[in-house]
Nanobody
Framework: QVQVVESGGGLVQAGGSLRLSCAAS????????MGWYRQAPGKQRELVAL???????NYTDSVKGRFTISRDNAKNTVYLQMNSLKPEDTAVYYC?????????????WGQGTQVTVSS
């Protein structure tokens, strides 16, 4: 059974930093892309950052230069370092992993972690 679990959310003042972590566990053969998405109240879920197994990255324009995505393939873990946070970054952040495992293949989502940035 595969699980994806996020951690690291919280409350921070504008201009501050947070680091999110997401670990995939279980009978996993390989993980392709891993990404962070977010959903603010009343808005659709949006892609924040994506990283491939080879390390290529992609960011939504609003976080470029402030957020950095990285991964540790040996630990099946992806990180999101968030600097210079703004109130508009407030949202529930979800981790996604596109993976192959024992008897399974596809997208797995974490339960979400709340990030709140106060002005």
């Amino acid at each position: 059974q595969v699980q994806v679990v996020e951690s690291g959310g919280g409350l921070v003042q504008a201009g501050g930093s947070l680091r999110l972590s997401c670990a995939a566990s279980g009978s996993i053969f390989s993980i392709n892309a891993m990404g962070w998405y977010r959903q603010a109240p009343g808005k659709q879920r949006e892609l924040v950052a994506l990283i491939t197994s080879g390390g290529s990255t992609n960011y939504t324009d609003s976080v470029k230069g402030r957020f950095t995505i990285s991964r540790d393939n040996a630990k099946n873990t992806v990180y999101l370092q968030m600097n210079s946070l703004k109130p508009e970054d407030t949202a529930v952040y979800y981790c996604n992993a596109d993976l192959s495992g024992l008897g399974t293949r596809g997208d797995y989502w974490g339960q979400g972690t709340q990030v709140t940035v106060s002005s």
